[in-house]
């Protein structure tokens, strides 16, 4: 556009307005349109000033990759002014005027007054059952998460909602007869990116925020389709500063959850390394960090101070996340971005990466009871549909598990994806390993026989006291796409039950 063809005032006037100066799309500008336009209803009209002159092209493209229209566009000498509608211009009319004040649970109580239940961690017996983590979530629960990500539900309201959502994955899991009990990540958008609401100087944007800034967006849209990856629903950490933990992480699930169960309580993180593979995109954070490894150094710390709490709270199990090792040995350096471990990432050789995930997560675990921490590895889970998930037996992975510091293996082993069951024998002998003995991909849940010998096969190979019982992976790891429905999961929770009763004689 020239000068004397751009106009020099917008036809409509803004209700929100920024300036983002210097700013380009892939150094910070994104974040502050995100951080600006959540909190504003379908319709609304948000105004961006800027100075760099690659906004002129690559902010019509995020507006049409986003389904947000660009109304119009000014300019005086560098100054620039976007004014940019939520949604589509056309339909305008038909939205609300203003964003949505709250956002209830059909059945929301009060929250919890009741002080957290600080009790010494038990003990874990051999062939205790457990879920990975993950439950699927009410629909009212997904829309309270979108709302609060989005700034139109207050924080104590949204912990509110989730209180009731917990109170339900809880009583599923104590009705099907698991020994240790998980939230079922209830408050997280998905597994890992949920830090991004927790730590400072990040935020959740959604991954087609992301698409202007790879090589090709429409071929990488093309393969986030493929994989069947919802992207406009899908959010992805994104740093604009030295990240920084000032309040837990995931201690205030555990506070919660331990006022309405008295069993072993298990909370899942994401690991170090598939954090900072997540994270670390250098087109976004290049002011605050110059490598991975600093950043790597940032996310350990915080990964520790929330270990440390964690254990003095008394969780029986804390469970490090690591699927992206699959990624690492079952795909290699060169292939097409892979979701799980976040799409800009940047990888090495195999054996690089190996050595680093090891590292980052002995760095974490250093110092503490050793038996009260995990490792799980799964081959992907945002689709039930097996052909897209990744294949490959442990036997890559085997040295960089054995070397982890941990005190567990949870393993994803019923997919015939994950190989023999026998390799694992190569792991640490003080280790316990847990298998996966249902497959929560498949719709059918599997017979009791079936499971109980997947079970015996376990205790043959390494011995009833080392064997943990539970799914290959969790119910649904990604909020708006849950692998299995809740009744299912439960159903396969109590069949794992049924069997190890059988096992055990009782």
């Not at 549909?385 to 442990?394: I, M, R």
Request: net charge negative.
């Amino acid at each position: 556009m020239t000068d004397a063809a751009t106009p020099q005032v917008h036809p409509f006037p803004s209700d929100v307005s920024f300036d983002g100066g210097d700013l380009d799309c892939g150094n910070g500008l994104l974040l502050l349109i995100r951080k600006h336009i959540d909190p504003m209803a379908k319709g609304q009209l948000l105004e961006i000033l800027s100075t760099e002159i690659s906004v002129d092209e690559d902010l019509p493209a995020w507006c049409r990759l986003t389904s947000n229209d660009l109304v119009s566009f000014t300019k005086t000498g560098k100054q620039r002014s976007f004014l940019i509608c939520k949604g589509k211009f056309d339909e305008r009319g038909k939205a609300d005027e203003k964003p949505a004040a709250k956002v209830s649970a059909p059945f929301a109580q009060a929250a919890s007054a009741a002080a957290p239940v600080r009790r010494p961690a038990p003990v874990i017996p051999p062939l205790a059952v457990t879920g990975i983590g993950s439950w699927p979530r009410p629909r009212w629960m997904v829309d309270a998460m979108h709302a609060y990500v989005e700034g139109r539900l207050e924080e104590a309201a949204f912990h509110q909602t989730a209180d009731d959502a917990v109170r339900l994955a809880a009583a599923a899991q104590e009705r099907a007869g698991v020994d240790i009990v998980t939230d079922g990540e209830q408050r997280r958008d998905s597994y890992a990116s949920f830090v991004a609401t927790r730590l400072d100087n990040c935020q959740l944007i959604p991954l087609t925020d992301l698409l202007p800034l790879v090589d090709d967006p429409e071929e990488f849209e093309r393969e986030l389709r493929a994989l069947d990856v919802p992207a406009a629903d899908v959010r992805h950490p994104a740093i604009f500063g030295r990240i920084s933990r000032s309040r837990p992480l995931a201690l205030h699930e555990f506070d919660f959850l331990s006022t309405i169960t008295d069993k072993p309580i298990k909370v899942a993180l994401p690991g170090p390394y598939l954090l900072t593979r997540t994270m670390w995109m250098e087109c976004l954070q290049e002011r605050a960090y110059q490598s991975r490894e600093e950043l790597a150094e940032d996310i350990v710390t915080a990964l520790r101070a929330e270990l440390a709490d964690l254990m003095a709270a008394g969780v029986a199990l804390v469970q490090f996340d690591e699927p992206v090792l699959s990624e690492v040995v079952f795909s290699g350096p060169k292939s097409r971005p892979s979701f799980m471990c976040g799409a800009l990432s940047e990888t090495r050789s195999p054996e690089h990466e190996l050595g680093f995930a090891r590292d980052l997560m002995n760095a974490v675990v250093d110092g503490v009871p050793r038996a009260r921490t995990a490792v799980h590895v799964c081959r992907g889970n945002w689709t039930p549909d097996e052909s897209v998930a990744l294949a490959g037996s442990y036997e890559p992975l085997l040295d960089t598990l054995g070397a982890m510091k941990v005190g567990a293996y949870l393993l994803e082993m019923c997919t015939p994806r994950a190989g023999e069951m026998e390799l694992l024998r190569a792991l640490p002998a003080e280790a316990r390993i847990g298998v996966g003995v249902v497959n929560q991909k498949c719709a059918h849940v599997e017979g009791c026989e079936d499971v109980e010998a997947r079970i015996r096969h376990a205790i043959d190979l390494f011995g009833a006291d080392r064997v943990l019982l539970h799914p290959d992976c969790g119910f649904a790891t990604f909020a708006d796409n849950p692998i299995c429905a809740a009744v299912p999961a439960e159903t396969k929770l109590a069949r794992i039950v049924e069997a190890a009763r059988r096992v055990r004689g009782g």
